[in-house]
C-alpha cells in the first residue's frame, strides 16, 4: 500500500484550488453519513454534506482539507474549514456519473491560510494575494 497526493498535475491541482461547490450543513444522509461525536471541553463541529460536480471524482480524496473563499459575487455563505473523512460517492445517473457527495466536518481552527497553487505548480502564492488582487 501507498500514499500518493491528490493532485499530482499542474491541470489537476488548479482544478482541486478552486472547488465551485455546495456544502449543506444540516443535512445527514440517512444510513449513510456518521453522527457527530460529542467529546467534553471541547466545541461540537458541525458536520453536513458536499456536494460537487462529477469531474472531481477520483481527485477529491478522503483526508483533504477544504478552506470556504468567497465567490465569484465576493459571498461567502459558509465560513470554515472541512475536513473530508470518507470517501467521496458518486451519485449515479442514467447514463454516468451525476455528481459527487461526501461527508463533511468542520475543524475548529484559528489563522489557518489557504495556499493555492502557482503557475509553475509550486504552491508559494497565498490565498489573500489572490483574492485582494496580488499577482499570482
Not at 465551485?20 to 458536520?47: H, M, N, T, Y
Not at 470518507?86 to 491560510?113: S, W, Y
Amino acid at each position: 500500500m501507498s500514499w500518493t497526493p491528490a493532485g499530482t498535475t499542474d491541470p489537476e491541482k488548479a482544478m482541486l484550488a478552486w472547488i465551485p461547490c455546495r456544502l449543506d450543513l444540516q443535512f445527514v444522509r440517512p444510513g449513510k453519513d456518521a453522527p457527530v461525536v460529542i467529546q467534553a471541553g471541547e466545541a461540537p463541529e458541525r458536520s453536513g454534506l458536499l456536494l460537487c460536480g462529477d469531474e472531481y471524482y477520483g481527485i477529491l480524496k478522503a483526508g483533504m482539507r477544504l478552506v470556504t473563499v468567497p465567490n465569484e459575487a465576493g459571498m461567502e455563505p459558509i465560513k470554515g474549514v472541512f475536513d473530508l473523512r470518507f470517501i467521496p460517492d458518486l451519485a449515479m445517473g442514467f447514463a454516468r456519473g451525476h455528481h459527487i457527495e461526501v461527508q463533511v466536518f468542520e475543524l475548529i481552527q484559528k489563522n489557518l491560510v489557504a495556499q493555492v497553487p502557482a503557475s509553475d505548480g509550486s504552491y508559494a502564492v497565498d490565498l489573500d494575494s489572490i483574492l485582494n488582487g496580488g499577482s499570482a
